[in-house]
């Protein structure tokens, strides 16, 4: 399984994928933000951490629709299902793959785009650690819209269709933990409960995931 | 006998064959009493005027949105256990059923919601839930749609209504904690005494019951639909094959 | 015939108007893709018994 994550880490990495293709539409993304909304820092600040986290959760929809398309086209992925790793194993790789070639770049680069954003200095620590723990759900849900459209030809427009009502309590919480953080509130629960629901989405989605890719492979 | 006899998709096209016609003159019986009873035999309220009788639309139309999820819910998970046909099929055919069921509660609801709280879209929960609920529907539907085979098609949406559920219901606590709401709790509880006048409760009721019937009416005929062109397609691939 | 409805008579009749409209349109549907459901098994059937 670990020699599976580092293989698709390598892949993703060497073939210049999602790797820099996530990071360079979240700058685009939020640089469009002040061309559509004007320069104004107060109105920034404002939506800053809506826009932070919207950001982050498009970029990871980026590079999904590779996770196991890829494979499936030559014929790895059957090779890989009849291997004695469990199927819930082979998606829990393939999403942690993902996450350290999307997730954890985008969270690094948060901070540094919500300079530009003009984000109040005590919202810093808060939104790198609710993208820290919230996009490591938006990787596993990925994942399993990706298991579910993986026999699709040209799935991709259906797999955000899938995979973008799913993202909706993740955003809802994370977005929280920043807006409450920068308002002055107590972020603490908020992150708390964002916390159990990633844990929830890595014990739930695997079991899914690896269903669909069955029903799939079959 | 047990139920499991009917998911035989012989017997089913039997039974359902012989319900439907009466389902057909329930339903449009229920509804046409309840509509014009509600329309044109209930009084104004003394403070939402002639609106409140755009309950008897609203109420049972979101009641049947949320509880269609529900069937598809429970259809799917017999597909994923038991493996009847007769029962993913059920699901696909209530499928567009619920969205517009969700559909008409948004309308009515936007309708309602300008002259009472002034506007006819809110970010309030129970809206937003609504538009929540509408998209998973939508996913649903185009997964039906984009998947060849019958029976992958049927796995895989059977595993994203389930995952969905849980992701939805997920999505009307999270959406409690980001907004409080203009709209009113649940009127209607099946425990405490009706909160609402009797010359609005009774005509409801028929109402409800009359979209349930409808529902069952519309879904027994698109699961003949849906069995029949699963068969036709079989004996097509039958023919192709000799 | 129609029930004085005051001055909210246009929220009340369109409400009433778009809910029928998305009602009859689902019925309507339903029945056209079940009578064509009906004739394609019918084809499919027939041309295997030649």
């Known amino acids: ?218 | 006998m047990s139920l499991w006899e009917y998911a035989n998709p012989v017997k089913f096209m039997a039974l359902s064959g012989r319900i439907l016609p009466f389902a057909t003159v329930l339903s449009a019986a229920l509804l046409l009493t309840g509509l014009i009873w509600g329309f044109f035999f209930t009084a104004d309220d003394f403070k939402q005027g002639s609106t409140v009788k755009i309950i008897f639309l609203h109420v049972p139309a979101a009641l049947m949105a949320i509880n269609i999820w529900l069937m598809m819910l429970v259809a799917s998970l017999v597909w994923l256990v038991r493996r009847h046909h007769v029962s993913a099929l059920a699901a696909r055919a209530a499928a567009p059923i619920g969205i517009t069921m969700t559909l008409i509660a948004l309308f009515t609801g936007a309708i309602w919601g300008k002259p009472m709280w002034g506007t006819y879209w809110a970010w309030d929960p129970r809206l937003t839930s609504f538009m929540i609920l509408f998209v998973f529907y939508l996913g649903y539907l185009a997964l039906w749609q984009a998947v060849e085979d019958d029976d992958t098609a049927a796995d895989l949406t059977s595993i994203l209504c389930m995952v969905g559920s849980v992701f939805a219901l997920l999505s009307r606590y999270a959406v409690n904690l980001w907004n409080q709401g203009l709209h009113q709790g649940a009127t209607l509880t099946a425990t405490k005494e009706s909160p609402i006048d009797g010359s609005y409760y009774y005509p409801l009721l028929v109402c409800i019951v009359g979209f349930i019937t409808l529902f069952v009416t519309l879904v027994l005929l698109r699961t003949r639909m849906h069995i029949r062109l699963r068969r036709s397609r079989a004996v097509l691939a039958r023919e192709a094959s000799r | 015939m129609i029930p004085d409805l005051g001055k909210y008579a246009s929220d009340v009749l369109s409400a009433y108007a778009i809910a029928l409209l998305l009602l009859g349109g689902l019925v309507v549907i339903s029945l056209r893709q079940s009578a064509k459901a009906r004739k394609i098994l019918e084809d499919a059937e027939r041309k295997t018994r030649k």
């Not at chain 1, 959760?57 to 086209?73: G, K, N, P, T, Y």
């Not at chain 1, 003009?118 to 938006?138: D, F, K, N, R």
């Open chain 1, 1 to 218: 399984m670990l020699a599976l994550c580092r293989r698709d880490i390598l892949l993703a990495v060497r073939s210049g994928g999602g790797f820099g293709l996530a990071l360079a539409f979240f700058l685009i993304l939020v640089m469009f933000v002040p061309f559509g909304v004007g320069p104004d820092r107060a109105v920034l600040a404002r939506i800053a951490p809506g826009i932070l986290w919207i950001g982050a959760l498009l970029a990871c929809l980026l590079s999904l629709d590779r996770v196991f398309q890829l494979d499936a086209e030559d014929g790895t992925l059957e090779a890989l299902a009849t291997s004695p790793i469990p199927l819930t194993g082979l998606v829990s790789a393939k999403a942690a793959a993902h996450w350290i070639t999307t997730g954890l770049p985008l969270t690094l680069a948060s901070a540094p785009l919500g300079y530009l954003l003009g984000l109040p200095a005590e919202g810093y620590i808060w939104l790198v650690t609710s993208l820290a723990v919230g996009t490591v759900s938006l990787s596993f849900i990925g994942t399993f819209g990706a298991a579910i459209t993986v026999g699709i030809k040209r799935g991709g427009l259906l797999l955000s269709l899938l995979v973008l009502p799913l993202y909706i309590p993740t955003l809802i919480l994370g977005a929280q933990v920043v807006t409450r953080a920068v308002s002055g509130q107590n972020p603490v629960a908020s992150l708390a409960l964002l916390g159990g629901l990633t844990l929830l989405t890595l014990a739930l989605i695997p079991i899914a995931a690896a269903m669909a890719l069955r029903a799939n492979l079959r």
